[in-house]
């Protein structure tokens, strides 16, 4: 199998399950094909999670080890050896599900067959009415700019939603500024924590706290996978 029918496997894909896939999938993948690519098309091949990250724009190892859980899962990617964490390196085998399809009766096929025949009419229609006005509504002007949302986030990080909720009231009663730059400090500071990040954040809600750094973690218990419901011993005024 080449780049071209892994690359045709994969859109077809995600194209019919797009509850399922997200950007850091086809990104992984794709780095994971170029490697292989690189490497001559090893049957395995080392694919060090340090190095991916980098190659991708990817900081939290959580989201990203999420992910390629999920390629393994779809049948993309062979794990022939895990890593034991994001400074060594994954063992595996790219693939890509193999099924009794018909190659001309994709879902994706047909959508770009009738995309493709709909631009046609509408170029030729637009050929005989060239100096009239389509709509005398008032054109709005493009944007590209959709901007940072910091709940959405938030969210990316596998939170729960009614977590997430409840901490940016926090962060409301003490006025702190939902930035891209407050969020990324936010989450480098949960990727210095052992621990599950929804119980982390369960400890940082109830302790009334709209922001967090490691250091509040004093109580040594809470730091190895301690009981949740268990407060450290400062204030809340965080």
Same mark, same amino acid.
């Given at each position: 199998?080449?780049? @071209? ?20 999938? *086809?990104?992984?993948?794709?780095? /994971?094909? =170029?490697?292989?690519?690189?490497? %001559? ?10 190095? *991916? ?31 034991? #964490?994001?400074?060594? /390196? #994954?063992?595996?085998?790219?693939? $890509? ?9 994709? $879902? ?5 067959? *009738? ?5 046609? =009419?509408?170029? #030729? ?18 944007? *590209? ?31 702190? $500024?939902?930035?891209?730059? /407050? ?7 949960? =990727? ?17 706290? %709209? ?6 973690? =004093? ?5 190895? @996978?301690?009981? $949740? ?10």
């Amino acid at each position: 199998m080449n780049g @071209y029918e892994l690359s045709r496997k994969w859109f077809d894909f995600s194209f019919e399950n797009p509850e399922k896939v997200k950007p850091i999938h *086809t990104a992984i993948y794709f780095f /994971a094909v =170029e490697h292989w690519n690189r490497l %001559g098309g090893k049957d395995k091949f080392g694919f060090p999670s340090q190095m *991916t990250m980098e190659a991708i724009g990817v900081k939290s190892y959580t989201t990203y080890g999420k992910a390629l859980k999920e390629l393994s899962e779809w049948g993309f990617i062979i794990f022939i050896e895990m890593s034991k #964490n994001q400074y060594s /390196a #994954n063992i595996i085998s790219i693939c $890509a599900p193999s099924k009794n399809e018909k190659a001309r009766d994709k $879902a994706l096929d047909k959508a770009l067959i *009738t995309h493709t025949s709909k631009q046609c =009419e509408s170029t #030729n229609q637009s050929t005989v009415s060239i100096d009239k006005p389509l709509t005398n509504k008032p054109i709005k002007p493009l944007t *590209t700019d959709k901007g940072f949302s910091f709940r959405k986030s938030m969210c990316d990080l596998d939170l729960d939603k009614d977590l997430v909720s409840d901490f940016l009231k926090n962060r409301k009663l003490k006025k702190l $500024a939902n930035t891209e730059t /407050a969020f990324k400090k936010l989450e480098l500071e949960f =990727e210095k924590v052992d621990m599950p990040i929804n119980k982390l954040m369960e400890i940082v809600v109830s302790n009334g706290w %709209g922001s967090f750094k490691n250091s509040w973690l =004093e109580n040594e218990k809470i730091k190895s @996978y301690g009981n $949740a419901n268990v407060s450290p011993t400062f204030g809340t005024n965080r």
